[in-house]
């Protein structure tokens, strides 16, 4: 019971990160809009940076360098960068017939849903770790945190970009945060059970990041004619990248 409660402390506080967004409350509407962009663009540069340098890593170091394990790896980024790019087309579709949210752009349900994944994910990961050892628990939760934080404000301003109305984007960011403890929870229970194919979870969600800023949040910026914000705009991905490489070598 002392490792279940450790897990659901733990991941209690790491879901009421997604209120870091509320800062952004405080800001007037016309000096928030010119900051969106630059939201948008350090998002970007996180998903693909959490991609590529901590969850396909932190793969490939579970199940080895096999070929076969590899390829595995690679068809389940591709199965999650295929199955967001299906989401999306039917988010379009319902959109064009239903138009019911007509100012919301696909891409912010896109991020809510990924956002859950990788949050769910992280709450796995939480668990094993805690099942494992204590202080083991403690500094994963750490980077886990220490990784939510500019995540979690890019996320934010891409649904206030995307659409929403800034508190329904900070109640349904929040929302999408509370799956680390669902996550958390179910590690701790399923831990015997999910052994290793827990890691396959792992491209999965980076599939769906790697498609939400390639294919969404990139374009965005790139609209833009301006050629000095563009310039700005390419500084704070790179920004959102090599935050990421920090916090890997952290």
């Known amino acids: 019971m002392a490792?279940?409660?450790?897990?659901?402390?733990?991941?209690?506080?790491?879901?009421?990160?997604?209120?870091?967004?509320?800062l952004c409350l405080f800001l007037k509407e016309k000096l928030l809009n010119k900051i969106l962009l630059f939201l948008v663009s350090f998002s970007a540069g996180a998903l693909l940076g959490g991609a590529f340098l901590h969850l396909l890593p932190e793969a490939?170091?579970?199940?080895?360098?096999?070929?076969?394990?590899?390829?595995?790896?690679?068809?389940?980024?591709?199965?999650?960068?295929?199955?967001?790019f299906i989401l999306?087309?039917?988010?379009?579709?319902?959109?064009?017939?239903?138009?019911?949210h007509p100012k919301i752009m696909p891409f912010s349900y896109l991020i809510l849903v990924s956002d859950a994944i990788h949050n769910f994910i992280d709450g796995l990961v939480i668990a094993a770790s805690f099942v494992i050892a204590l202080p083991v628990g403690v500094v994963t939760a750490l980077a886990v945190a220490l990784h939510e934080i500019p995540q979690e404000i890019g996320d934010y301003g891409i649904l206030v970009y995307g659409g929403f109305k800034r508190v329904k984007a900070l109640f349904l960011n929040f929302l999408s945060a509370i799956t680390v403890i669902l996550g958390g929870v179910a590690g701790f229970l399923l831990a015997?059970?999910?052994?290793?194919?827990?890691?396959?979870?792992?491209?999965?969600a980076a599939g769906n990041f790697i498609y939400i800023a390639s294919s969404d949040l990139i374009p965005e910026i790139k609209h833009k004619e301006n050629f000095q914000r563009s310039i700005l705009h390419f500084f704070v991905f790179l920004f959102g990248i090599l935050l990421m490489l920090l916090i890997k070598f952290l």
């Open 192 to 204: 015997e059970k999910i052994g290793k194919s827990i890691v396959f979870l792992l491209p999965f």
């Open 3 to 22: 490792v279940l409660s450790c897990i659901l402390i733990s991941t209690v506080l790491i879901s009421f990160i997604a209120f870091v967004g509320a």
């Open 60 to 84: 490939i170091s579970k199940v080895g360098a096999e070929e076969n394990s590899l390829l595995k790896i690679f068809l389940y980024l591709l199965f999650g960068f295929c199955i967001f």
């Open 88 to 100: 999306e087309q039917f988010i379009r579709w319902h959109h064009h017939h239903a138009m019911k």
